[in-house]
């Protein structure tokens, strides 16, 4: 029953009733138990208790400082295109127009409507706004990228490209994520002291989900929830509540989720520190401007992804793809000379990707079907000049059910933006994407990190453990002579055994970890390796 003032008058139970289940409707219409539950597991901005007690009290701080962090500070920023973008037509084959026309009679992008990139590719007149990026070297078009095996389903490619696994895998995890988790192993319990990632929207992707298929970043739903964190600190007004029991009950929950917001002071900072400078438009104009205001308030994040939706276009597509190409195109000028007035642009590189491309052939409702490979871009100075990689879409030359045939894996995309961009060891790059992919120097990518001394930059290769009967093997190899501290910490971050402490040569070396016995309990376990002044680490799983 509702809580009242002395000075009014009882209700009956049924007005009660009434007057609850209004305040309870009204509320769900601007915040639903869906969305709630979506927050609360998101593992980066989750407080977990032991008890009464914050695990985030009982971390060992030099765990998380020594962890492998790479020393660029390069930002990475993924526009995803939900829905399966029709490549060919925003890179028009005009190398091939009349066979391009054939196939789309009445949805075709007319010559006049063109936008001359080369002899051989055209974008429309939508994506004017980025024409300049081209022409300046900050644009690179990747033609005919896929995979083996397209299945043309949304939810099945989606995983694919989300988790970076073969068509016929099934992955959990996802490819950002399992390279965040590599990094910090400990992360729901001592995490960095920024968000490694921010998503918004792509609802359902695993991109940042590690192989326990927690989600390593901060995720919101929409712009509005990150502009209302970045904003207030919170998410939700835990005092505005209906004077009820339900209220009281509302109030709780509600300061509850904004708890599970870690991040949320850090993010609020920023964005007040943060400012835009340029105009933005709807849509993912609103993600960017976000974006950009949080990389120039310093918010240390390097990992982003925001969503354009809309690209399932069955029906009608010369009413919807070309609105959603200058939505793209004049959010993503904006948001560059948002960041180059700060002096920040050289810094952040975008790609775009979606689930497939569109059939070639026109259907008969004027849209497309769910196709193929298809083109991504990329955008940023770091690029150093346009032009396309790939091979040219091949118009003549179909699958088997009239699909274009693709040329690249998206996976040599990705090992080529982890190593050259984010200056990721290239052994992690491996180890993170399932196994070695060709990369693609003509990105134009180059990794950048401060000058260091060589204790600084040698790297450990090939640093893993090995399950042997009752016990781990730590085996890692040094490039050069160095000295070297190998500790197993447990997944609250404390020390269980100095494996080794000392000076070692050049070469492969390998120390054990008896797990057999009582004295070492099943679970998750971290092994930490500073070799000289990098520290590695990974996680140990021992069942018993």
């Not at 915040?31 to 971390?59: D, E, H, Q």
């Not at 001359?116 to 022409?135: G, H, I, K, R, Y």
């Not at 040219?392 to 699909?403: R, S, Y």
């Not at 000058?451 to 790297?459: G, K, M, N, P, Y």
Request: hydrophobic share 35%.
């Amino acid at each position: 029953m509702c809580n009242h003032h002395k000075d009014q008058k009882p209700k009956g139970r049924f007005g009660s009733a009434l007057e609850h289940g209004a305040a309870h409707a009204h509320d769900h219409q601007s915040w639903s138990r869906r969305t709630f539950m979506k927050n609360l597991g998101i593992a980066g901005s989750v407080s977990m208790l032991l008890g009464r007690t914050p695990l985030t009290a009982l971390s060992s701080a030099p765990l998380g400082m020594a962890l492998n962090t790479t020393e660029s500070d390069n930002i990475l920023v993924l526009i995803r295109f939900k829905g399966g973008n029709d490549g060919l037509n925003m890179i028009v084959p005009i190398f091939d127009y009349g066979t391009y026309k054939n196939y789309r009679p009445t949805i075709a992008i007319p010559e006049d409507q063109l936008i001359n990139l080369n002899d051989s590719f055209a974008m429309p007149n939508t994506m004017a706004s980025v024409q300049e990026m081209w022409e300046d070297g900050a644009m690179k078009v990747v033609n005919s990228v896929g995979y083996e095996d397209q299945n043309l389903s949304h939810f099945r490619s989606t995983d694919i490209w989300s988790s970076s696994s073969d068509a016929n895998t099934l992955d959990s995890s996802g490819w950002l994520g399992r390279l965040l988790d590599r990094q910090y192993p400990d992360y729901v319990t001592d995490p960095p002291e920024s968000p490694q990632a921010i998503q918004i929207g792509s609802t359902g992707t695993l991109t940042f989900n590690n192989e326990e298929g927690v989600n390593m970043g901060v995720f919101v739903n929409e712009p509005e929830e990150l502009f209302q964190i970045a904003q207030n600190g919170e998410l939700y007004n835990a005092l505005d509540v209906p004077e009820c029991y339900y209220g009281e009950q509302l109030s709780f929950v509600r300061t509850v989720a904004n708890s599970t917001f870690r991040y949320a002071e850090i993010i609020a900072s920023a964005y007040e520190v943060g400012t835009n400078t340029v105009e933005y438009g709807p849509n993912l104009g609103e993600q960017l401007a976000l974006v950009a205001r949080l990389i120039k308030g310093g918010l240390e994040t390097k990992l982003y992804m925001v969503t354009l939706d809309g690209f399932d276009t069955h029906a009608n597509q010369n009413g919807t793809h070309p609105n959603l190409m200058y939505n793209l195109t004049t959010s993503v000028k904006a948001f560059y000379e948002d960041l180059a007035a700060s002096g920040m642009a050289h810094r952040v590189l975008s790609m775009s990707f979606s689930e497939f491309g569109r059939r070639i052939e026109q259907n008969a409702s004027g849209g497309t079907d769910h196709g193929a490979a298809a083109p991504m871009i990329l955008f940023g100075e770091g690029l150093n000049g346009n032009g396309f990689l790939g091979a040219a879409p091949d118009l003549q030359n179909l699958d088997q059910v009239g699909n274009l045939q693709y040329d690249l894996d998206f996976r040599q995309i990705y090992s080529t933006v982890l190593e050259n961009w984010l200056c990721i060891d290239p052994n992690l790059v491996d180890e993170v994407l399932g196994r070695s992919f060709e990369r693609l120097p003509e990105l134009g990518l180059t990794c950048q990190t401060p000058t260091s001394t060589v204790d600084q930059q040698a790297a450990l290769l090939n640093h893993r453990a090995l399950y042997d009967q009752g016990r781990i093997v730590v085996e890692y190899t040094l490039p050069e002579s160095m000295p070297v501290k190998v500790q197993i910490f447990d997944i609250l971050g404390r020390p269980v055994e100095t494996l080794f402490e000392g000076y070692q040569m050049s070469g492969t070396h390998r120390h054990n970890f008896q797990t057999w016995g009582n004295r070492i309990s099943s679970g998750i376990y971290v092994y930490h390796i500073m070799a000289g002044r990098r520290a590695y680490s990974n996680k140990i799983r021992i069942a018993k």
